[in-house]
C-alpha cells in the first residue's frame, strides 16, 4: 500500500496570493498597515490570543468555521504581525486541517525551507503584509543597500528579514542574501539570476565583511566591495559588493550581496 504522505506534496505558493488578494479585496483597504492584523484575522473569524512563550511561535486551532490564533507573548512587534498573518493562512487556505501547531523556527526563513503547507502560509503572508501592488515598485533601487530596505521593512511593518526576501522577488538586480551565525552559513536566498550562491554551513571567510562582524563585533557600516571568491567559491565573477546587518541579539549578521550590472 502506498504510504500517504503530506510533507511532500508540491507547494502552491500561488495558494497563498491568491487567498491574501482575496483577503484585501474582500475586507476593502489600501495599505496593509491600515488594520492591524489582529483585527484582520477577527473580521476573518480567526481570534488572535496571546500564549506562554515556550514552544511554538504561534499555532492554530479551527473550531468549525472559526480559528483561534496563539502567538508568543515575547515576539517583537514586526514578528509577531508574520506569525499571525503566517497563521491566517493556514486558516484560509488549509480548510481541512484542524490544528497546526507547527510553525515553530526561530527565524521564518526556516519557514520558507519546508515544504507544502508552510511555504503557501508564507506566501500569504509576504502578500498579505507586503501587497505587490505596494512593494514591487519600490524594489527598483539605485544601490541596493539595507538603507532602502530598512524603510521598507519600517513602512510595513515587518522584519529587515521579511522585507529583504521579498525584495528579491521584485528587485531587477542580481542580488542574495546571506544569513551568517556565529561565523558560518546558515541560509542564503537570492535571486534567480544570482548565480551560484554561499555553501551553508561552510565558515563565513575573512574577506568578508561579515567577518569582522564575527571576530571583531562590528562591521563595515557602508557597502563595500569585496572579492567574490571569499563568498562563492565557485562564482565567475569577480567582485560583489556586501552589506551588512549585524543582529548581535541573535548572534547573526545578514549580508546583501549585490552584483552591479555593467
Ligand atoms: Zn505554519
Not at 64 to 73: N, P, T
Request: neutral net charge.
Amino acid at each position: 500500500m502506498m504510504k500517504r504522505n503530506q510533507q511532500t506534496r508540491l507547494a502552491l505558493p500561488s495558494l497563498g496570493v491568491q487567498a491574501a488578494l482575496r483577503v484585501q479585496r474582500d475586507v476593502g483597504y489600501q495599505h496593509p498597515t491600515e488594520l492591524e492584523v489582529e483585527i484582520l484575522a477577527y473580521l476573518r473569524g480567526a481570534f488572535v490570543r496571546a500564549s506562554p512563550s515556550t514552544g511554538a511561535r504561534a499555532n492554530l486551532l479551527r473550531l468549525g468555521d472559526r480559528g483561534i490564533i496563539s502567538v508568543a507573548d515575547n515576539l517583537p512587534h514586526e514578528q509577531r504581525r508574520w506569525a499571525i498573518a503566517h497563521e491566517l493562512g493556514h486558516f484560509e487556505i488549509h480548510a481541512g486541517v484542524s490544528y497546526l501547531g507547527l510553525c515553530t523556527g526561530e527565524d521564518l526563513r526556516f519557514d520558507y525551507e519546508r515544504s507544502g503547507r508552510e511555504l503557501e502560509a508564507n506566501a500569504f503572508a509576504a502578500e498579505l503584509l507586503m501587497p505587490e501592488d505596494s512593494f514591487a515598485a519600490r524594489c527598483d533601487l539605485p544601490k541596493v543597500t539595507w538603507a532602502p530596505i530598512l524603510r521598507l521593512a519600517q513602512e510595513f511593518e515587518v522584519s529587515p528579514t521579511a522585507a529583504a526576501l521579498r525584495l528579491l522577488s521584485f528587485t531587477p538586480d542580481r542580488v542574495a542574501v546571506v544569513a551568517s551565525k556565529d561565523g558560518k552559513v546558515l541560509w542564503t536566498q537570492g535571486t534567480r539570476d544570482f548565480g551560484p550562491r554561499p555553501v551553508r554551513g561552510s565558515r563565513v571567510d575573512q574577506w568578508t565583511l561579515a567577518y569582522d562582524f564575527f571576530e571583531k563585533g562590528q562591521a563595515s557600516k557602508v557597502a563595500e566591495t569585496v572579492n567574490a571568491e571569499a563568498w562563492i567559491p565557485s562564482t565567475r565573477e569577480e567582485e560583489v559588493i556586501e552589506h551588512v546587518l549585524p543582529m548581535p541579539r541573535y548572534r547573526m549578521a545578514l549580508s546583501l550581496l549585490w552584483f552591479r550590472a555593467g
